[in-house]
C-alpha cells in the first residue's frame, strides 16, 4: 500500500527506519542524518507492508521548473518486487499534477560500485536520461552522475 506522508515526525521516523537498514548505499552517518532532516521538507511518499514502511521515496523542488527525486530507499527484503516503480509512478504523478516540466536523480556515476551501478539501471529502466556527470560535487571517488526526465 501506498501513502503519501504529510506529518513531519512520521516523515523523519520513516526516512530513518529505511536508511538506517541501508548502510551500502546510506553508511556515511552524516550524509544518512542530512537526508532524514530535510526528508522533513519534502514530498514523501512511503511504501507499507502489514503498516510497517518497506520503502520511501522524497521528492524536493530544485527550480521553478523541476523536481529532484532527493532520497530513496526500499527494505533489501522487498528488492525486485516493483516497490520502487510503484513508489517513483506515484511521485511522478505528483509532480506532474503540481506543474513541473522535469524530474531529476543524483546517483554516484554507473561503473563505481556494484550497488550503485544497480540503482543506475534502475533509473534508466525507469526513463531517466543522462544529462551530465560531475565528478568532484561529492568526492572524487563518488562521481555525481545526473539524470533527467520530461514531465511533459
Not at 48 to 77: Q, S, W
Request: hydrophobic fraction near 40%; aromatic fraction near 12%; glycine fraction near 6%.
Amino acid at each position: 500500500m501506498l501513502q503519501t506522508i504529510i506529518d513531519t515526525a512520521e516523515k523523519r521516523k520513516i526516512a530513518r527506519r529505511i536508511l538506517e537498514a541501508l548502510p551500502e548505499w546510506f553508511g556515511i552517518p552524516e550524509a544518512r542524518e542530512n537526508y532524514i532532516r530535510e526528508s522533513a521538507d519534502e514530498i514523501m511518499v512511503a511504501s507499507f507492508d502489514n503498516d510497517a514502511p518497506n520503502g520511501f521515496l522524497c521528492l524536493k523542488e530544485t527550480g521553478r521548473e523541476t523536481v529532484e527525486l532527493a532520497v530513496m530507499g526500499v527494505l533489501k527484503e522487498y528488492h525486485r518486487k516493483g516497490i520502487g516503480t510503484k513508489l517513483f509512478e506515484a511521485a511522478k504523478q505528483i509532480a506532474v499534477e503540481r506543474g513541473y516540466s522535469f524530474l531529476q536523480v543524483k546517483t554516484v556515476q554507473m561503473g563505481r560500485y556494484a550497488e550503485y551501478d544497480r540503482t543506475n539501471r534502475f533509473y534508466l529502466a525507469l526513463g531517466f536520461k543522462e544529462f551530465e556527470v560531475i565528478p568532484t560535487l561529492w568526492d572524487e571517488c563518488n562521481p555525481c552522475q545526473i539524470y533527467v526526465m520530461s514531465l511533459r
